[in-house]
């Protein structure tokens, strides 16, 4: 019998739900893809055009700045057929969207102590400020939850 008490299952589980719910969010992202706004017309037409290690190095020049992020989701893009480029974008932040949710949970924290604060941590995380729908799932505004990753590496424990 699994002991539904045991603090890693509990958290496995509780990924899970979270993982659930967010494909219940927006289930048409996840099953049809999508490039989102400068996404695809800038960051796909310039790593489609460029080699995959200068596109790695492009700087959009409104923004002003390399977005590695999306640089990178977008050079691994154009190396499969058209079609299905959106998912590698799609589900390649949905990857580091949930870095911040694995941290709180399953790693040691000073600010994350208990396992009610693990929850809390996580659910506000999740969805509070940063899950607007203009930066949920897109690659070019990432780098609001790998700062927030960050943060949270701070208080880390072990690493």
């Avoid at 299952?9 to 049809?32: D, E, G, W």
């Avoid at 930066?135 to 990753?149: A, E, G, M, T």
Wanted: include cysteine; aromatic fraction near 24%.
């Amino acid at each position: 019998m699994v002991n539904f008490f045991n603090k890693k299952f509990f958290f496995s589980l509780f990924f899970t739900l979270i993982i659930l719910i967010s494909f219940y969010r927006s289930p048409y992202i996840f099953i049809n893809g999508r490039f989102f706004a400068e996404e695809g017309y800038v960051y796909f037409q310039n790593a489609f055009q460029n080699s995959f290690f200068k596109n790695l190095f492009f700087v959009e020049l409104h923004a002003g700045y390399i977005n590695f992020i999306a640089n990178i989701l977008t050079s691994f893009a154009v190396k499969i057929p058209l079609i299905y480029a959106p998912y590698v974008t799609v589900y390649g932040s949905f990857f580091i969207i949930l870095l911040p949710v694995y941290f709180i949970l399953f790693r040691q924290s000073v600010l994350f102590d208990h396992k009610t604060k693990k929850i809390l941590g996580s659910l506000i995380f999740f969805i509070s400020t940063p899950l607007v729908p203009e930066i949920w799932l897109n690659s070019i505004n990432l780098q609001v939850y790998l700062c927030l990753s960050s943060i949270i590496i701070i208080f880390m424990i072990d690493l």
